[in-house]
């Protein structure tokens, strides 16, 4: 089974600095897909941006981009210039490109990111 | 298509009593997931739908918890006799069969049993 751990239970960066949240998951699996999940207050889990495992450049959208490391099953993400409106729980998920299966997320438990003026 | 609709937002239950949610994912979505996230966790995975089949279940999903998804639309989730545990916030999404897409999540419905 895949696990994912995120070992930040919370961070905090100040308007317009960059900050970094680290994920590490665990697969005996090949070809997947990874995903950060934002979580505002109002609890709508928002999808932030995607990887596919088998792409060695690192996605970025817009103010978003990760640091994906596949031999080391990490997936860190960071955001510049961060803005008080990035203020949310941060969740990092796993899905199997296998066919045939469920394909559900395994997520982590969450990192609670503050912005600070 | 405005997303995927939840309701209700909040219930509260007495233990011991039925209750049942339901779900409106995005209608060009076949596959409709059920989790289930307590405070301070990641969701964790209930059940889910390929269209009107009800393809796999959680270990975490008792038997007094069953889900339905008539003519692959809405989707329905019911407790029954619940219990201070089944408290958490349950979340409904939707996504296309593969790929590299993420789910659509609804706003969930926050269940408190007293």
């Known amino acids: 089974a895949q696990t994912v751990t995120q070992s930040q239970p919370e961070m905090s960066v100040q308007e317009a600095e960059t900050v970094t949240l680290s994920c590490t998951y665990d697969?005996?699996?090949?070809?997947?897909?990874l995903f950060w999940y934002k979580q505002p207050p109002s609890r709508q889990m928002i999808l932030v941006i995607r990887?596919?495992?088998?792409?060695?450049q690192n996605a970025t959208e817009n103010r978003f981009s990760v640091n994906f490391q596949k031999a080391a099953k990490s997936f860190s993400l960071k955001i510049s210039d961060s803005q008080l409106g990035d203020a949310a729980m941060y969740f990092c998920?796993?899905?199997?490109?296998?066919?045939?299966?469920?394909?559900?997320?395994?997520f982590g438990t969450g990192t609670r990111l503050q912005v600070t003026l | 298509d405005t997303g995927v609709s939840q309701n209700p937002r909040h219930k509260i239950t007495k233990r011991g009593q039925n209750v049942t949610f339901r779900c409106d994912p995005i209608?060009?979505?076949?596959?409709l997931y059920w989790y289930r996230q307590t405070l301070g966790q990641g969701p964790e995975f209930l059940t889910y739908?390929?269209?009107?089949?009800?393809?796999?279940k959680s270990r975490l999903l008792s038997d007094r918890f069953s889900a339905e998804r008539p003519k692959g639309s809405f989707s329905t989730l019911e407790i029954q006799r619940t219990e201070q545990g089944d408290s958490a916030m349950y979340l409904c999404?939707?996504?296309?069969?593969?790929?590299?897409?993420?789910?659509?999540f609804g706003s969930g419905t926050r269940l408190t049993v007293v």
């Open positions: 697969t005996s699996e090949s070809d997947y897909y």
């Open positions: 999404a939707s996504s296309f069969p593969r790929g590299n897409y993420g789910y659509t």
């Open positions: 739908f390929q269209n009107e089949a009800q393809l796999e």
């Open positions: 998920a796993y899905r199997s490109a296998r066919t045939g299966t469920a394909s559900k997320l395994t």
């Open positions: 990887q596919e495992a088998y792409k060695q």
């Open positions: 209608s060009e979505h076949n596959r």
